[in-house]
């Protein structure tokens, strides 16, 4: 019996509140030994700011991607050709390139490099209205080119099935649209093997 009673006693001592004096002590003893870090609040957890950036539906919607089809002018557009002739200049090193008997750097270079501003041509296409076209890129994506032609007009150039040329110079070259069919972005960091040209 006194056993249970002691027992029963030790039970209501846990429930029972801690004197003043003990609980003052305790708090004072914590405050040097912390049992976990307390981190300031984050005032403004609650507020999620939401960036200020178009995704690519709202940019489509809102036709960013898309030139006008009237307002371009080829005059305009001349500048940025005489730009990316420079570009193509020292970026393909025609001189020292051009003399070497391994061309492979070369055929990489021209397959990286990048066409906005240059002035192509149309030489051989699977239809026949595209062939003679000539004016200078001012969008190229995935699967097309799209130039201004001297008559201020904007046409839109498949690269599939078609085979264009440009001069740089003295020199001209023939790019092969089934070979450019990459977005040029993409283009620029890829290794390109040799592949057989494919005649229509």
């Known amino acids: ?26 708090e004072k ?21 939401r960036r200020n950036v178009l995704t690519s ?5 809102l036709g960013l991607h898309k030139l006008p089809k009237t307002g371009l002018k080829y005059e305009s ?9 420079e570009y193509m200049e020292n970026f393909l ?7 070497g008997a391994n061309k492979d750097l070369l055929y990489q270079r021209i397959a990286k490099a ?6 192509l041509m149309v030489t051989r296409s699977k239809c026949p209205s595209y062939i003679g076209a000539k004016g200078i890129v001012v969008l190229e994506t995935k699967n097309t080119f799209q130039i201004i032609c001297d008559d201020n007009q904007l046409r839109i150039l498949p690269k599939r099935d078609s ?29 390109f093997k040799s592949k057989p040209t494919i005649d229509f």
């Not at 557009?77 to 002739?85: D, F, K, M, N």
């Not at 990048?114 to 002035?119: A, K, S, V």
């Open 1 to 26: 019996m006194e056993k249970e009673e002691n027992n029963k006693k030790l039970e209501l001592a846990i429930y029972e509140t801690l004197p003043v004096e003990v609980r003052l002590t305790l």
């Open 29 to 49: 003893q914590s405050q040097h030994f912390p049992l976990k870090i307390l981190k300031p609040a984050n005032e403004n957890k609650g507020i999620r700011s």
């Open 57 to 61: 539906i709202e940019k489509r919607k």
């Open 77 to 85: 557009c001349a500048p940025l050709h005489q730009l990316w002739v």
């Open 93 to 99: 090193e025609l001189e020292n390139s051009t003399a």
């Open 114 to 119: 990048d066409y906005h501003g240059c002035l």
């Open 163 to 191: 085979v264009f040329t440009f001069n740089i110079s003295r020199w001209t070259f023939t790019l092969f649209g089934n070979h450019m069919n990459i977005r040029p972005s993409e283009r620029a960091a890829r290794k």
